[in-house]
C-alpha cells in the first residue's frame, strides 16, 4: 500500500499531479485523483505528486506535506549556486577538531536526496566519525602497505603507491586521508542499475553541501583504490557489504586553510549537435 490520500475540500482538482506522474498511474475519477488499486505496484515513490500539488491537499507513503520544505523564494539565485560551484576546493589541510556528531547527521541527510537511478534509492555511507577512529584505520592500512612495497611490490597499475608510501615512511604524510579527521565511503548494492553512478552523486551533493557549512572535503581516489582493490580486507573492516559496489570516497573536516577567490579555468570542449 502507498496510502495515497486526498485533501477532497483543499484539492482545486487542477490535475498536475497526474500531469506530472512519471508512472502515469494517477487519473482524475471525477475530478478527484486517484491510484487504482492494482496500479500501486507501479509507483515510483518519487513523490512528484506531493511536490508539485499548490494546496498540499495530497499524502502518499505516510508522508505529510506540511513535513516538506516550501521552495517559494528559498531557492540559491544564480550568481549564489555559480560561487558555490568555482569555489568549492579539494582541501588537504585540516584542523584537528572532529566536526560535530549533529553536523555530520545533517550532511549525510541533505546528501541522501540526490538522485537515483530509478529511484531505487539503496545507497549506503559509510562513515569514520571521529579522528581518533580514522588514526587507526591509517595506522593499520600503512602497516599493509609498507609490506608489500618491502615485499612483492605494487601490482600493475599502481606502482605509484610505492613512491607514496615512501612518503610516509620520511615525512609522515598521510596521503590516504591528508590528515582529515574524518572519511566517508558510499556504497551501493550491485544488483541496482546504477550502483557507482548514485554513490557519485551522491557525494557530488555532500561536496556541495558541505561547503556552504564551512566543511572542506578532498574526493579521495587512493583510499578508493586501497579498500576496493587493493586492500579489500578493508571493505570488510569497514562495514561494507560483500555485494556493494563502492561509487567513491571522501575525506572531510574543518579546512586548516581558507580560499579567497575563484580559480580560473578554460572552458571544457563543447560539442552541438
Known amino acids: 500500500m502507498i496510502d495515497f490520500t ?15 506522474c512519471p508512472a502515469r498511474i494517477i487519473s482524475l475519477d471525477g475530478g478527484n485523483p ?13 513523490q512528484h505528486c506531493l511536490t508539485v500539488c499548490p494546496t498540499a491537499s495530497l499524502s502518499i507513503l505516510g508522508l505529510q506535506p506540511c513535513n ?14 555559480e560561487l558555490l560551484i568555482k569555489g568549492r576546493r579539494a582541501v588537504r589541510k585540516y584542523k584537528t577538531e572532529n566536526v560535530e556528531p549533529e553536523t555530520i547527521a545533517q550532511l549525510l541527510s541533505v546528501a541522501s536526496h540526490a538522485p537515483s537511478g530509478k529511484n531505487d534509492r539503496q545507497l549506503r555511507f ?11 584505520i591509517r595506522d593499520e592500512i600503512m602497516v599493509k602497505l609498507v609490506a608489500i612495497a618491502q615485499g612483492t611490490g605494487f601490482p600493475a597499475g599502481m606502482e605509484f603507491f610505492a613512491g607514496c608510501v615512501r ?3 620520511i615525512d609522515g604524510i598521510d596521503f590516504v586521508f591528508r590528515g582529515a579527521p574524518h ?11 546504477t550502483p557507482v553512478e548514485d554513490g557519485l552523486i551522491a557525494l ?13 572535503t578532498v574526493w579521495d581516489g587512493l583510499a578508493k583504490f586501497i579498500i576496493g582493490d587493493l586492500l579489500p580486507e578493508f571493505k570488510v573492516r569497514l562495514g561494507i557489504p560483500d555485494d556493494h559496489a563502492i561509487g567513491y570516497a571522501m575525506a572531510f573536516g574543518w579546512p586548516a586553510v581558507q580560499y579567497t577567490r575563484t580559480a580560473q579555468r578554460e572552458p571544457d570542449a563543447v560539442h552541438y549537435v
Open 167 to 169: 612518503q610516509w615512511e
Open 204 to 216: 557530488s551533493t555532500f561536496e556541495l553541501y558541505a561547503q556552504t557549512l564551512g566543511i572542506g
Open 183 to 193: 572519511f566517508l565511503v558510499v556504497s551501493a548494492p550491485k544488483s541496482i542499475v
Open 6 to 20: 486526498v485533501n477532497t475540500v483543499t484539492c482545486t482538482k487542477c490535475g498536475l499531479c497526474a500531469a506530472d
Open 126 to 136: 559509510t562513515v569514520v566519525d571521529d579522528r581518533a577512529k580514522l588514526d587507526v
Open 68 to 81: 516538506s520544505l516550501s521552495l517559494a523564494g528559498g531557492l540559491p539565485d544564480s550568481a549564489s549556486m
Open 34 to 46: 486517484r491510484i487504482a488499486p492494482e496500479k500501486e505496484v507501479l509507483c515510483y515513490k518519487c
